[in-house]
């Protein structure tokens, strides 16, 4: 994996350059470098890979449901009018979301964004 699509599969999924250094056990300057200008170690491209099919295969799910069904509900975390993303376990709930209207888009599905407001 050359380290421009380590970058872009780690955005895809929500995973900030500190995840990965987390997963690797390595500084957080060690895993800029892997996505700048050094190989990254295989085991995290191994990680990577893995969490990256992962998703493939819940939005290839979110398109059959949403064929069966007719339409597909996303949900939206919101507080104060504002996406929620930076709180822990919604860093990629942003991108999943659009990633979800785009292949129910390419498959002919609707779907209906519902917004969850924080009662924060």
Partial sequence: ???VELKLK???LG???KDLAEMGGVSLREAQRWESSKQPPADIV???EELWNQRLQLLHQIVRAG???G???LD???HAGQLKTSHR???GHQAFVEQAMLALSLSGVDYEVREIKDPQ
């Fill in 15 to 17: 995973l900030r350059t």
């Fill in 71 to 73: 339409a597909m509900p």
């Fill in 1 to 3: 994996m050359l380290p």
């Fill in 67 to 69: 064929k069966e069904s």
């Fill in 76 to 78: 939206v975390y919101t």
């Fill in 10 to 12: 780690r955005h895809s």
């Fill in 46 to 48: 191994g990680k990577v």
């Fill in 89 to 91: 376990g919604l860093e």
